[in-house]
């Protein structure tokens, strides 16, 4: 029985710390985790957005090199001849561009020329405006060279009062026009157009332009599919759905009708338009009983009116890294309870068990160690704990600023904070602070520690009143916490590590990659 009890106290201590480690970790884990899910939502739009980018300056290149390489020859009439000319030009940047579906030339006198995609042929549409009329001289193509058939209409339309066709031709810029239905075919689309001044022909102006319908749009979004969870969709600034891309079921372990798609998208729209219209700002709304973030990310083209949208749930989120965090932590958990159980069968084998152990140092030594270290990686110097010595007052920035220093130190490898010693290392004293005595000023310090860090990280910081002849300092001597610390700044929790001698503030998504390979 005797033995059976002295085991009993021996492994009861050894649970305990076992369960607190067990119960600290799924705290901070479940404490962030909408804030991981977030930061990896933003990440992953910013990508998206950079390659929408990517894709629409590709076609402003495209257009700048055609105006460049048509500005002296280009000449709109219905002579065979120079429709030829004008397809050995364009068929080939219809081929190579699967997106575009036409490509328009016209000028300020009316003229026009058009060459789409027919089938397995092209067609070419040659528009003149006079006072009798407009008429459209139309050709289908097998080859650049080869017409199978021609034939003319007339009817009301003029190229000059298309969307595409710019206010004040001649400038440098290329246009981006709102989405609108094209002439022929009404489907919905967007025309980008490049003008240039023709001072040698009849015309004053030419224009370029190039078609990208609604169906080359949802292609583009639908092929970023395979990279990336959730769904992209293009949205213009007044909130108006223009494209959405499939969600690629590979990449998702949910099960969402096309239905559900369309109320997640214009909940979030939504959302988003009574929000302002804000950049990266991650908007959140549940859908049956999973919960979904969505990011709009300006595209800058079109003058601002596109906007890309990414909605992923929070489960396809964090499934990536779920497996992983909960990995390390079971064996933190195991090496954890392992090395404690070694570390009291040695104490108890040597009867130190209830042995108090000696600092390696009294106080005032370790200040004078860390005063001659100085300022580095594990040591900060901050004059005040709460004076702004500039201004003779309170303020809050003071206090803020070392707790940045402790929360930092907890995420890193440890440290010590001295308040009361300047940045040369000269002991100034926290008497500036008027602390009525040194249990004021303690209290203080902890009451702060608790309310912007946590009280449950108490035990990983020895704070301790050190009275030198030149003043009192406070030493706050810091040991690496081992899961991440966040330092609560109103209604906001920032994440800091040390970096040299300053802390660093760093993003979500950084804290993520930073803690895995901080645990691996």
């Known amino acids: 029985m005797k033995r059976f009890h002295a085991t009993l106290i021996f492994l009861v201590p050894l649970i305990g710390f076992v369960a607190i480690i067990m119960g600290l970790n799924s705290y901070q884990y479940f404490r962030i985790r909408a804030d991981i899910a977030a930061g990896i939502v933003t990440a992953i739009g910013a990508t998206e957005r950079d390659e929408l980018r990517a894709y629409l300056t590709g076609i402003d290149g495209t257009l700048r090199v055609a105006r460049d390489l048509g500005q ?229 083209h079109n003058n601002g009116t596109f906007w890309l949208g990414l909605a992923a749930s929070e489960t396809d989120l964090l499934r990536r890294i779920d497996s992983e965090l909960y990995r390390v932590d079971f064996i933190d958990l195991i090496v954890a309870a392992a090395g404690a159980l070694l570390i009291l069968l040695f104490l108890r084998k040597r009867g130190l068990l209830h042995r108090p152990v000696a600092l390696p140092a009294v106080p005032l030594e370790r200040l004078r160690e860390y005063i001659l270290q100085g300022e580095g990686p594990g040591v900060e110097f901050k004059s005040t704990v709460r004076t702004n010595l500039q201004q003779n007052k309170r303020g809050k920035e003071i206090e803020i600023a070392w707790l940045k220093a402790v929360s930092a130190f907890l995420n890193s490898d440890g440290g010590t904070l001295l308040l009361g010693v300047d940045d040369s290392g000269k002991i100034c004293g926290i008497e500036a602070d008027e602390f009525e005595n040194s249990d004021r000023c303690l209290l203080h310090v902890k009451n702060l520690l608790n309310q912007h860090i946590g009280a449950e990280f108490s035990g990983f910081i020895i704070t301790t009143m050190v009275d030198c002849a030149e003043g009192s300092v406070v030493m706050l001597e810091c040991r690496p916490a081992g899961t991440a610390v966040f330092l609560k700044i109103g209604k906001n929790e920032e994440f800091f590590v040390r970096s040299g001698p300053s802390s660093t503030k760093l993003s979500p998504s950084q804290t993520v990659s930073y803690m895995a390979e901080k645990n691996k």
Do not use: C
């Open 72 to 300: 002296n020859d280009i000449l709109v009439s219905e002579d065979s001849e120079d429709i030829i000319s004008l397809n050995k030009k364009f068929i080939p940047l219809l081929e190579q561009q699967a997106s575009i579906s036409s490509i328009l030339v016209a000028n300020d006198l009316g003229q026009e020329y058009l060459l789409t995609k027919a089938g397995g042929s092209y067609l070419t549409r040659v528009s003149r405006t006079s006072k009798d009329g407009d008429t459209q001289y139309f050709q289908e193509w097998s080859a650049a060279e080869n017409a199978v058939r021609s034939w003319q209409e007339s009817n009301q339309y003029d190229p000059r009062n298309r969307p595409w066709f710019p206010d004040l031709p001649g400038d440098e810029e290329v246009h981006w026009a709102k989405v609108y239905p094209f002439f022929r075919t009404k489907e919905l689309g967007v025309t980008a157009s490049v003008s240039w001044k023709t001072p040698d022909s009849p015309s004053k102006y030419t224009v370029l332009g190039v078609d990208i319908p609604l169906s080359g749009i949802k292609s583009i979004l639908s092929q970023r599919s395979a990279n990336r969870p959730g769904l992209l969709f293009l949205v213009t600034k007044e909130g108006n759905l223009f494209a959405a891309g499939a969600m690629d079921k590979v990449n998702s372990v949910l099960s969402i009708t096309s239905e559900e798609e369309s109320e997640l998208e214009t909940g979030l729209i939504k959302q988003w338009q009574q929000a302002g219209n804000t950049e990266g700002e991650v908007f959140k709304m549940t859908l049956g009983k999973q919960q979904w973030l969505a990011v709009f990310q300006k595209i800058d």
